[in-house]
């Protein structure tokens, strides 16, 4: 099957795109969440199960504990205690643990073991989907239902000391707190003390019921060295002090007649044998959790401690101190807690917890009629509701007890088989549908590689042998190896995969095309080796790199490489930056050879030279059409113009680069748009605005129709009035009283003015098509481009906040100098003019003041023009002002290769298959590098974020790749 | 004759070598809490002090510099004034190309300085030792196939390691390590030595080990 370029590039752009979806899908999984968005009330509990009559009562039964003391370790890993170790570091708490009224178990947590959502499972109970951390890393307050919040609500004063976290996760929560930073992680000392200092005091005051303090001394002595360090030892002892003198005051304080207090020690991860934390090795999920109070029976030697899931504290929690569980805790309640309550009210906690889990169950999934544990629930809450019948009835005899008994297991199975068929659905990786998709991307990726010397040859054809391996056996073989995996792999798991939860159709249609993609893959590649015999294809010999060749591809291949450490991921701008600047001083260096040969000194980046091509000659007769004529300068001035274009291309940068401070290292800087912004500045961000929209209207106009033309103006003078409706600049002739409106009047002002101006452009673009002059089409087709191009830069103006202006100014200067004097002049071909634009391009993302942090995407821009939140285009104008760099520099860039005039054809054409290429590496290298890095350490801050911005990049490529197949569809 | 040259060229470079190991130890032993990430900037200045007065006593020495025409006081003083005015300028010119790379504009700007300071000595200088202040020289040097002897290839080689040591030595810097050598401009001036000693070390080998292609037009 022969395929253009630009029609090669788009197909596999959109394969890519399915193939990343099907990864984000697998890598993201779909969080669990009940229906109802309010957090659980006392009053929607469940009433007590009575068979025959109407329900008795729904009253709670009474709380168990008065006080609960809860002190959580940082990275305390379960041998730490029940270990060997446990009786030299900690002897009082293991003491407790083995002669003392307590209970222990070692509680599972899920990976990633990092501390805040780990917090985030043992308050609220649920397993935080991955998708739902990313999403909400701007905002890290919890929303959802939470012990801590139940307990407030219900009256609970709550102290809190340490890690601060809690403090951002719970603000407003608590009646005391101190929270101490972790960001010094150095620091093993002061952390502690910070937390230790305010014992004694809170400890003899009577104002408060609940206390959580959280160590991180342990944890950061972990981080520096290891969890059999020197230092481990004296900080346990230190951790065991401070049990004792809990205990011993809480002991002491015990009154009679009142309810027993209850202590939690607990951990929120483990630590693995090298000190970090954050995977899924067995030292750091497994953490102890030891629950103290007069209450329970004393123990009488060490036990085996039993497992636990870390959520099930939450509920077991909630229900000893009569709250209402939360809504989408997955846990269940430890049964030993309850042991001392009458067998009603075990039952009664039971029930609670069952209903809880069953409408979580029925929220999230649909098939909730065919699990087990639903059933089983049912069927138990019958049972209940006749024992209750049989207990009213004043029934005492033994029968009743071992039917109690009976249930009470029946209840517990049910339990567990519930809470595991939810939490199977959380907080896992997908890893077969992972797989699928990465492999889809990697075919692509080869496929394009191995299409380079063909996509980028004369004819800018691809020749894909698709036909050839239908038919051949391998193709066969795969297919049925392919289907054997899916049907063995989708029987077998107990994980719910995406991929075989699709109909299976679709799987197999999936399965049949990768196949034939291998197999045209093989065949692709077999072209390439050469068969003996006959002679030797001309290769390579006549492929002579230039420094600005290796340049660009040394810079493409080690930001790829970057993405690999998360600084460079948090600090991609910071590439960008530095890769263009030396882009612009090898081009000037160019430039200098261009127009001195030896009469001044090059650029001082470069100490080789190479022999100047010698097309200067052929410059003078080419010139028929001169960029220095029509941009009205003399043609003298023109080599000081090209010589200037590169230095003032780097001026821009930098000034742009100090407008918006992003990345995290440096984003607290201050910066220029701050200093815009403040308020005392409106005078100048005002006469900045106006003069960066009077320069987009000099370089935009030149090549629109009239009536495009007057029609920029009116929209360029409706975005100032529109900034200054919103109050962010001042109209010279403003009154002081006006009031601030949302501007709505304005910006839809404007966009009739986008619509027009894409409608002419379009309209010239259709009617190019059917001119019969070849010299009157091409005209007009490029005149169309550039409206299309001009309505874009309009909606990018209106969009962009009064501060960003100049970045889109910049932008333009920089594309129109460039075009006129270098790429033009300096005889750049397609492929490098490309690897520039999307340099320029990636470059001009981050100018903006997007970083890789989702909190940066402006979310404002959905409301310009629109009264209320309507989703689609809100969504398509956020993503569109986000990624306005990259598709101004797409589109000048077809603006441009269509706009060459012998080999406009063949240049689109390479330039799309630059740009999936220039894409696709990156994409493929990342999405492979995220899920050898799935348990590190920064998944979710760092990586998870930045494969979001991926894969909404590779969808905004694609995009522009098919506006270039449109473009490149005329040729004959 | 060529060996001679290799030679003497080999010995040349290595003086130069041991004089920034020499001015990294000396102030060890002199001054008082010396350290090369601690005080960075007295580490830099010893090493471009150091630079510039061996490199300027062996190409006096070794007379490479080319044979002036007018042996005059005048001539020498005002060669000697431009000599210094190229370095003051070529020390503006790295200043700025610095800071359109992103450094900070204001403040630090003496440490800025004083890398493009080092920049200047390890090439500007040696380029001003072995060429004279002859820009025509220079840009037939720097072009390419513009070498006419050792020398020449010597330059060309160090200056290009120098200046791609700093690009280099800039890389670290957005790490999150907080290592002391992260800070501006350590980690670049560092790159720059060991760039310029890497130019030093492969210039004799280079020229040795390409010696057949390399024919040098006759003076
Ligand atoms: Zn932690
Ligand atoms: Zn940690």
Redesign the pocket.
């Given at each position: 099957m022969r395929l253009s370029s630009s029609v090669f590039a788009s197909f596999c752009l959109l394969i890519e795109l399915l193939g990343i979806a099907l990864f984000l899908r697998g890598f993201f999984p779909v969080p669990v969440k009940s229906s109802l968005s309010s957090k659980s009330k006392l009053s929607d509990l469940p009433a007590e199960p009575l068979a025959g009559n109407s329900p008795n009562s729904t009253k709670v039964p009474p709380p168990l504990f008065k006080r609960v003391v809860i002190i959580l370790i940082?990275?305390l890993r379960e041998d730490f205690i029940f270990g060997p170790n446990g009786k030299r570091f900690m002897p009082y708490t293991r003491h407790i643990v083995e002669r003392g009224s307590s209970h222990s178990f070692i509680a599972k947590a899920r990976p990633p073991t990092v501390?805040m959502p780990?917090i985030k499972a043992l308050t609220t109970g649920s397993i935080p989907g991955f998708i739902d951390v990313v999403m909400n890393l701007n905002s890290p307050a919890v929303l959802e239902d939470n012990v801590i919040w139940q307990a407030k609500n219900s009256g609970k004063r709550i102290i809190f000391y340490g890690d601060d976290t809690w403090v951002r996760l719970f603000p407003k929560h608590f009646m005391e707190y101190d929270g101490t930073t972790s960001f010094f992680v150095s620091d093993y000392t002061e952390v502690d003390n910070n937390v230790t200092r305010h014992l004694d005091s809170t400890l003899k005051r009577d104002d408060w019921d609940v206390l959580i303090l959280h160590y991180l001394g342990l944890?950061h002595i972990g981080h520096i060295s290891g969890p059999h360090s020197s230092l481990i030892g004296p900080k346990l002892l230190e951790m065991d002090d401070v049990i004792k003198k809990i205990h011993a005051s809480l002991i002491s304080r015990e009154a009679e007649g009142t309810l027993p207090n209850l202590m939690v020690l607990c951990s929120?991860?483990g630590m693995s044998e090298t000190g970090s934390?954050g995977g899924s090795s067995e030292p750091e999920i497994s953490t102890p959790l030891i629950l103290i109070s007069p209450l329970f029976q004393r123990k009488v030697g060490l036990e085996q401690p039993a497992m636990v899931e870390q959520v099930d504290l939450a509920p077991t929690l909630a229900l000893a101190l009569a709250l209402p569980i939360s809504q989408n805790s997955v846990g269940r309640l430890i049964p030993a807690v309850f042991e001392e309550a009458s067998l009603r009210e075990q039952l009664r906690f039971l029930h609670m917890n069952g209903h809880q889990l069953s409408s979580l169950l029925r929220d999230s999934n649909p098939n909730f009629h065919k699990e087990d544990g639903y059933e089983q629930f049912r069927m138990a809450e019958k049972t209940h509701g006749n024992w209750m019948k049989l207990y009213m009835d004043g029934n005492t005899s033994e029968v009743l007890g071992n039917m109690g008994k009976k249930l009470l297991k029946q209840y517990l199975e049910a339990l567990q088989a519930m809470s595991a068929a939810l939490s199977k659905q959380l907080g896992k990786y997908d890893m077969y549908s992972m797989i699928v998709g990465m492999s889809l991307i990697l075919q692509v990726l080869v496929l394009l590689v191995l299409a380079m010397p063909e996509a980028l040859s004369r004819a800018a054809c691809v020749d894909v042998p698709v036909a050839s391996a239908f038919l051949s056996l391998p193709f066969y073989l795969l297919c049925l190896l392919g289907s054997s995996i899916h049907v063995l792999v989708c029987t077998s798991a107990e994980a719910s995969c995406y991929f075989c939860s699709l109909p299976w159709l679709l799987a197999f249609t999936a399965i049949l095309f990768s196949s034939a993609l291998l197999c045209s893959l093989v065949a692709m590649a077999a072209r390439y080796v050469p068969i003996p015999g006959s002679p030797q294809p001309k290769t390579s010999s006549d492929w002579t790199l230039s420094e600005l060749d290796i340049l660009l591809l040394t810079g493409t291949v080690g930001h790829t490489l970057s993405l690999g450490a998360s600084s460079f991921v948090e600090e991609e701008h910071q590439t960008w930056y530095f890769l263009l600047n030396t882009l612009c001083l090898a081009v000037f260096q160019d430039v200098c050879r261009k127009y001195f040969r030896e009469r001044r000194r090059p650029g001082d980046d470069e100490e080789d030279d190479p022999l100047l091509p010698s097309i200067a000659e052929e410059d003078a007769s080419q010139a028929t059409f001169s960029p220095a004529a029509e941009l009205g300068v003399s043609v003298g001035s023109e080599k000081w113009l090209a010589l200037s274009t590169p230095i003032l291309t780097l001026a821009c940068c930098r000034l742009l680069r100090s407008l918006n401070q992003t990345g995290v290292q440096w984003a607290h800087l201050p910066d220029l748009s701050h200093w815009l912004n403040s308020g005392d500045h409106k005078v100048v961000l005002s006469l900045l605005a106006a003069l960066s929209l009077l320069l987009i209207f000099l370089l935009v106009q030149r090549r629109c129709s009239l009536v495009s033309k007057i029609a920029l103006a009116l929209g360029l003078l409706g975005v100032y009035s529109y900034r200054a409706a919103v109050g962010n600049v001042l109209f010279p002739w403003q009154h002081s009283g006006r009031s601030i409106s949302k501007g709505t009047g304005e910006a839809r002002f404007v966009y009739i003015f986008i619509l027009g101006i894409l409608f002419t452009g379009v309209k010239d673009l259709l009617r190019s098509q059917v001119m019969s002059s070849a010299v009157e089409g091409r005209r007009l087709k490029s005149r169309g481009l550039w409206e299309v191009y001009s309505g874009v830069v309009l909606l990018v103006a209106l969009l962009f906040r009064a501060h960003n202006l100049p970045t889109l100014a910049c932008c333009l200067l920089i594309q129109t100098l460039m075009a006129q004097f270098i790429w033009k002049k300096l005889h750049y071909d397609a492929a490098q003019t490309t690897i520039m634009h999307y340099w320029f391009g990636q470059a001009f993302f981050y100018f903006q003041g997007n970083s890789n942090n989702i909190a940066t995407v402006d979310i404002s821009v959905g409301f310009v023009g629109l009264e209320s939140y309507v989703e689609a285009p809100a969504v398509f104008l956020t993503a569109f002002s986000t990624y306005a760099g990259p598709l101004l520099w797409a589109c000048h860039l077809v603006c441009y290769l269509s706009s060459e005039r012998d080999r406009a054809a063949l240049s689109l054409g390479h330039g799309s298959y630059c740009f999936a290429l220039l894409r696709s590496v990156p994409a493929v290298f990342y999405v492979v590098l995220v899920t050898a890095l799935r348990y590190h350490l920064f998944i979710w801050s760092v990586f998870s974020p930045k494969l979001l911005y991926e894969a909404m990049h590779t969808l905004v490529t694609a995009a522009v790749c098919l506006f270039f197949t449109f473009m490149d569809q005329d040729r004959t | 004759m060529w060996d001679v040259e290799i030679r003497g060229m080999a010995s040349a470079h290595a003086i130069i070598a041991a004089s920034i190991f020499m001015a990294t130890i000396m102030p060890a032993v002199l001054v008082e809490k010396f350290s090369v990430y601690g005080t960075h900037l007295v580490w830099l200045y010893s090493v471009a002090g150091s630079v510039a007065v061996v490199n300027i006593a062996v190409f006096w020495l070794l007379g490479i510099s080319p044979p002036t025409k007018k042996n005059t006081l005048s001539y020498k003083l005002s060669k000697l004034f431009r000599s210094c005015v190229y370095f003051l300028l070529s020390c503006l010119f790295f200043h700025t190309v610095v800071v359109l790379y992103g450094a900070p504009l204001l403040e630090s700007a003496l440490e800025t300085f004083s890398l493009a300071v080092l920049l200047s000595t390890f090439t500007t200088l040696r380029c001003l030792c072995i060429l004279g202040p002859n820009v025509q020289a220079w840009i037939r040097v720097f072009s390419r196939d513009g070498a006419m002897s050792v020398w020449d290839t010597s330059l060309q080689i160090t200056t290009g390691c120098s200046v791609v040591g700093a690009w280099l030595g800039a890389f670290p810097i957005p790490l999150d390590w907080d290592r002391p050598w992260q800070v501006w401009p350590i980690s670049c001036s560092l790159g720059t030595t060991i760039g310029f000693l890497t130019g030093l070390l492969t210039a004799p080998l280079w020229i040795r080990w390409h010696r057949k292609q390399l024919t040098y037009k006759l003076k």
């Amino acid at each position: 099957m022969r395929l253009s370029s630009s029609v090669f590039a788009s197909f596999c752009l959109l394969i890519e795109l399915l193939g990343i979806a099907l990864f984000l899908r697998g890598f993201f999984p779909v969080p669990v969440k009940s229906s109802l968005s309010s957090k659980s009330k006392l009053s929607d509990l469940p009433a007590e199960p009575l068979a025959g009559n109407s329900p008795n009562s729904t009253k709670v039964p009474p709380p168990l504990f008065k006080r609960v003391v809860i002190i959580l370790i940082d990275a305390l890993r379960e041998d730490f205690i029940f270990g060997p170790n446990g009786k030299r570091f900690m002897p009082y708490t293991r003491h407790i643990v083995e002669r003392g009224s307590s209970h222990s178990f070692i509680a599972k947590a899920r990976p990633p073991t990092v501390t805040m959502p780990r917090i985030k499972a043992l308050t609220t109970g649920s397993i935080p989907g991955f998708i739902d951390v990313v999403m909400n890393l701007n905002s890290p307050a919890v929303l959802e239902d939470n012990v801590i919040w139940q307990a407030k609500n219900s009256g609970k004063r709550i102290i809190f000391y340490g890690d601060d976290t809690w403090v951002r996760l719970f603000p407003k929560h608590f009646m005391e707190y101190d929270g101490t930073t972790s960001f010094f992680v150095s620091d093993y000392t002061e952390v502690d003390n910070n937390v230790t200092r305010h014992l004694d005091s809170t400890l003899k005051r009577d104002d408060w019921d609940v206390l959580i303090l959280h160590y991180l001394g342990l944890d950061h002595i972990g981080h520096i060295s290891g969890p059999h360090s020197s230092l481990i030892g004296p900080k346990l002892l230190e951790m065991d002090d401070v049990i004792k003198k809990i205990h011993a005051s809480l002991i002491s304080r015990e009154a009679e007649g009142t309810l027993p207090n209850l202590m939690v020690l607990c951990s929120d991860h483990g630590m693995s044998e090298t000190g970090s934390h954050g995977g899924s090795s067995e030292p750091e999920i497994s953490t102890p959790l030891i629950l103290i109070s007069p209450l329970f029976q004393r123990k009488v030697g060490l036990e085996q401690p039993a497992m636990v899931e870390q959520v099930d504290l939450a509920p077991t929690l909630a229900l000893a101190l009569a709250l209402p569980i939360s809504q989408n805790s997955v846990g269940r309640l430890i049964p030993a807690v309850f042991e001392e309550a009458s067998l009603r009210e075990q039952l009664r906690f039971l029930h609670m917890n069952g209903h809880q889990l069953s409408s979580l169950l029925r929220d999230s999934n649909p098939n909730f009629h065919k699990e087990d544990g639903y059933e089983q629930f049912r069927m138990a809450e019958k049972t209940h509701g006749n024992w209750m019948k049989l207990y009213m009835d004043g029934n005492t005899s033994e029968v009743l007890g071992n039917m109690g008994k009976k249930l009470l297991k029946q209840y517990l199975e049910a339990l567990q088989a519930m809470s595991a068929a939810l939490s199977k659905q959380l907080g896992k990786y997908d890893m077969y549908s992972m797989i699928v998709g990465m492999s889809l991307i990697l075919q692509v990726l080869v496929l394009l590689v191995l299409a380079m010397p063909e996509a980028l040859s004369r004819a800018a054809c691809v020749d894909v042998p698709v036909a050839s391996a239908f038919l051949s056996l391998p193709f066969y073989l795969l297919c049925l190896l392919g289907s054997s995996i899916h049907v063995l792999v989708c029987t077998s798991a107990e994980a719910s995969c995406y991929f075989c939860s699709l109909p299976w159709l679709l799987a197999f249609t999936a399965i049949l095309f990768s196949s034939a993609l291998l197999c045209s893959l093989v065949a692709m590649a077999a072209r390439y080796v050469p068969i003996p015999g006959s002679p030797q294809p001309k290769t390579s010999s006549d492929w002579t790199l230039s420094e600005l060749d290796i340049l660009l591809l040394t810079g493409t291949v080690g930001h790829t490489l970057s993405l690999g450490a998360s600084s460079f991921v948090e600090e991609e701008h910071q590439t960008w930056y530095f890769l263009l600047n030396t882009l612009c001083l090898a081009v000037f260096q160019d430039v200098c050879r261009k127009y001195f040969r030896e009469r001044r000194r090059p650029g001082d980046d470069e100490e080789d030279d190479p022999l100047l091509p010698s097309i200067a000659e052929e410059d003078a007769s080419q010139a028929t059409f001169s960029p220095a004529a029509e941009l009205g300068v003399s043609v003298g001035s023109e080599k000081w113009l090209a010589l200037s274009t590169p230095i003032l291309t780097l001026a821009c940068c930098r000034l742009l680069r100090s407008l918006n401070q992003t990345g995290v290292q440096w984003a607290h800087l201050p910066d220029l748009s701050h200093w815009l912004n403040s308020g005392d500045h409106k005078v100048v961000l005002s006469l900045l605005a106006a003069l960066s929209l009077l320069l987009i209207f000099l370089l935009v106009q030149r090549r629109c129709s009239l009536v495009s033309k007057i029609a920029l103006a009116l929209g360029l003078l409706g975005v100032y009035s529109y900034r200054a409706a919103v109050g962010n600049v001042l109209f010279p002739w403003q009154h002081s009283g006006r009031s601030i409106s949302k501007g709505t009047g304005e910006a839809r002002f404007v966009y009739i003015f986008i619509l027009g101006i894409l409608f002419t452009g379009v309209k010239d673009l259709l009617r190019s098509q059917v001119m019969s002059s070849a010299v009157e089409g091409r005209r007009l087709k490029s005149r169309g481009l550039w409206e299309v191009y001009s309505g874009v830069v309009l909606l990018v103006a209106l969009l962009f906040r009064a501060h960003n202006l100049p970045t889109l100014a910049c932008c333009l200067l920089i594309q129109t100098l460039m075009a006129q004097f270098i790429w033009k002049k300096l005889h750049y071909d397609a492929a490098q003019t490309t690897i520039m634009h999307y340099w320029f391009g990636q470059a001009f993302f981050y100018f903006q003041g997007n970083s890789n942090n989702i909190a940066t995407v402006d979310i404002s821009v959905g409301f310009v023009g629109l009264e209320s939140y309507v989703e689609a285009p809100a969504v398509f104008l956020t993503a569109f002002s986000t990624y306005a760099g990259p598709l101004l520099w797409a589109c000048h860039l077809v603006c441009y290769l269509s706009s060459e005039r012998d080999r406009a054809a063949l240049s689109l054409g390479h330039g799309s298959y630059c740009f999936a290429l220039l894409r696709s590496v990156p994409a493929v290298f990342y999405v492979v590098l995220v899920t050898a890095l799935r348990y590190h350490l920064f998944i979710w801050s760092v990586f998870s974020p930045k494969l979001l911005y991926e894969a909404m990049h590779t969808l905004v490529t694609a995009a522009v790749c098919l506006f270039f197949t449109f473009m490149d569809q005329d040729r004959t | 004759m060529w060996d001679v040259e290799i030679r003497g060229m080999a010995s040349a470079h290595a003086i130069i070598a041991a004089s920034i190991f020499m001015a990294t130890i000396m102030p060890a032993v002199l001054v008082e809490k010396f350290s090369v990430y601690g005080t960075h900037l007295v580490w830099l200045y010893s090493v471009a002090g150091s630079v510039a007065v061996v490199n300027i006593a062996v190409f006096w020495l070794l007379g490479i510099s080319p044979p002036t025409k007018k042996n005059t006081l005048s001539y020498k003083l005002s060669k000697l004034f431009r000599s210094c005015v190229y370095f003051l300028l070529s020390c503006l010119f790295f200043h700025t190309v610095v800071v359109l790379y992103g450094a900070p504009l204001l403040e630090s700007a003496l440490e800025t300085f004083s890398l493009a300071v080092l920049l200047s000595t390890f090439t500007t200088l040696r380029c001003l030792c072995i060429l004279g202040p002859n820009v025509q020289a220079w840009i037939r040097v720097f072009s390419r196939d513009g070498a006419m002897s050792v020398w020449d290839t010597s330059l060309q080689i160090t200056t290009g390691c120098s200046v791609v040591g700093a690009w280099l030595g800039a890389f670290p810097i957005p790490l999150d390590w907080d290592r002391p050598w992260q800070v501006w401009p350590i980690s670049c001036s560092l790159g720059t030595t060991i760039g310029f000693l890497t130019g030093l070390l492969t210039a004799p080998l280079w020229i040795r080990w390409h010696r057949k292609q390399l024919t040098y037009k006759l003076k």
